[in-house]
């Protein structure tokens, strides 16, 4: 139950944010689908074997994960007495860990709001030092962190393959963040308009 639970809330969390910041940034969603198109075709579906092959689709999940963390707070209990920052924290203190703040800070990420895949390019991995760190750290740090990419990663590159995607209409999707719950959720959910790929249909309609 608790793997069920933590698991499906963040993973379509994710898939929901980037897909809303991908239908307001038609560029970068272009550039997906021309990675997707240069590596895969479309004489076939995208598999998770192609996933090495697909570095731009990687940043694009890490960058929504910066900006719009799904657990933006980690609660997390000192197991023996400490220092952090000047201040002693006693042994059984909870600590809030607000991963939000760090992933949007203007000090350690140029320019924060401004959803920008290609910061991650070149860079390796998830976790640069504790700037980047969605799936949390340590030995409570979480440990679907291979699934959860797998997933995401899957389901998002089959969709950008597959689909050509717009807005319902000339406005930009609302991105405001809900507030109930401890996953960060869309506060109104996504609606938009796909349509099957022409060049994709002649495969889709053999499903
Ligand atoms: C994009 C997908 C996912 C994200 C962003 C995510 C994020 C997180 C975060 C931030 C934590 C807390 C870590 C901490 O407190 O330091 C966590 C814990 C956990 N996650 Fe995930 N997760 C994802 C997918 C999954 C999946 C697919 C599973 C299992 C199938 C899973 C199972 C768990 C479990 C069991 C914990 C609790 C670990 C513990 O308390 O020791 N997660 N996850």
């Given at each position: 139950m ?12 994710t898939?929901e ?5 991908l239908?307001?940034n038609?560029s970068?969603?272009k550039?997906a689908?021309g990675e997707?198109e ?13 996933m090495?092959?697909l570095?731009?689709?990687?940043c694009i999940?890490?960058?929504?994960m910066?900006?719009?963390p ?7 209990e ?30 350690i990420?140029g ?11 070149g860079?390796e991995?998830?976790?640069?030092g ?11 740090g ?7 990419m797998?997933?995401?990663?899957m389901?998002?590159a089959s ?10 209409g000339?406005?930009e ?5 809900g ?7 869309k506060a109104i959910?996504?609606v938009a308009i796909c349509?099957?790929?022409?060049t ?7 499903l």
């Open positions: 608790v793997m069920l639970a933590a698991g499906t809330g963040t993973s379509i969390s898939m944010w980037a897909m809303s910041l239908l307001n038609p970068v969603l550039k689908h997707i240069k590596y895969v075709g479309h004489d076939r579906r995208v598999e998770e074997s192609d090495c092959n570095p731009y689709l990687d999940i890490k960058e929504t910066r900006m719009l799904p657990g933006p707070l980690l609660p997390h000192s197991s023996k007495g400490c220092m952090v920052g000047g201040y002693h924290v006693p042994k059984g203190t909870m600590l809030l860990v607000n991963v939000w703040a760090i992933h949007n800070d203007p000090n990420w320019d924060p709001k401004k959803f920008r895949p290609e910061r991650f390019e860079l991995g998830y976790r640069d504790f700037k980047l760190m969605p799936f949390g750290f340590g030995r409570r979480c440990p679907g962190e291979d699934m959860g797998r997933l995401v990663r389901a998002l969709l950008i393959q597959c689909f050509e995607w717009e807005r319902t000339e406005s999707v609302d991105m405001s963040e507030t109930e719950g401890i996953n960060m959720s959910s996504l349509h099957p790929r022409p994709m249909l002649n495969l889709l309609s053999q």
